[in-house]
T-cell receptor, first 115, second 112 residues
Framework: GAVVSQHPSRVICKSGTSVKIECRSL??????MFWYRQFPKKSLMLMAT?????????EQGVEKDKFLINHASLTLSTLTVTSAHPEDSSFYIC???????????FGSGTQLSVL | LAKTTQPISMDSYEGQEVNITCSHN???????ITWYQQFPSQGPRFIIQ???TKVTNEVASLFIPADRKSSTLSLPRVSLSDTAVYYC?????????????FGAGTRLAVHP
């Protein structure tokens, strides 16, 4: 099946630094990628939808200047958490959709811990 | 966007069949029903997808009645490794994905 690679799997950073998370579709072209955030024992919350070559669409309550999304190619989307603070600590998950079917494929997630 | 409702949690024992039902009363004509499995600290994993009637693959079956207002994921002979959270989702948006909104999911615990 299709594979979505997400890196890094875990990152620890100091407050005030920026962290970039990469999401790659390895064997298919992803026209649309989604970024989710998940707190412990909670469901996934959609943060934003990114389409290749256009600006991301953010869900209500998600700061676009805080969570920068770039979808520069059909196989790569990045999420940058700018000036991270402890409250940004969370599990971030990306997913990608191809053009041929209705399935979404998910990355393995990134656990961000901001000290 | 179709909203889904699932039981918050379920318990089962090894070797039993588990059926998890999901309600999606407002499902649209073009929506597909997809189930995902998630282990702690991992991304969701695709289990099965269907549009109507019954779909079966090597890990599960999906039963969808004619009105499509609900669906049932059936896991045959569960093992301890099936302990996970299971999410039922409906795809919104014709001609492909618009976006997927996750509900609360069902936390399945399989006991020895």
């Amino acid at each position: 099946g299709a594979v979505v690679s997400q890196h890094p799997s875990r990152v620890i950073c100091k407050s005030g630094t920026s962290v970039k998370i990469e999401c790659r579709s390895l064997d298919f072209q992803a026209t649309t990628m989604f970024w989710y955030r998940q707190f412990p024992k909670k469901s996934l919350m959609l943060m934003a939808t990114s389409n290749e070559g256009s600006k991301a669409t953010y869900e209500q309550g998600v700061e676009k200047d805080k969570f920068l999304i770039n979808h520069a190619s059909l196989t790569l989307s990045t999420l940058t958490v700018t000036s991270a603070h402890p409250e940004d600590s969370s599990f971030y998950i990306c997913s990608a959709a191809g053009v041929e079917d209705e399935k979404l494929f998910f990355g393995s997630g990134t656990q961000l811990s901001v000290l | 966007l179709a909203k889904t409702t699932q039981p918050i949690s379920m318990d089962s024992y090894e070797g039993q069949e588990v059926n998890i039902t999901c309600s999606h009363n407002n499902i649209a004509t073009n929506d597909y029903i997809t189930w995902y499995q998630q282990f702690p600290s991992q991304g969701p994993r695709f289990i099965i997808q269907g549009y109507k009637t019954k779909v079966t693959n090597e890990v599960a079956s999906l039963f969808i009645p004619a009105d499509r207002k609900s669906s049932t994921l059936s896991l045959p002979r569960v093992s301890l490794s099936d302990t996970a959270v299971y999410y039922c989702l409906v795809a919104s948006g014709a001609g492909g994905y618009n976006k997927l909104i996750f509900g609360a999911g069902t936390r399945l615990a399989v006991h020895p």
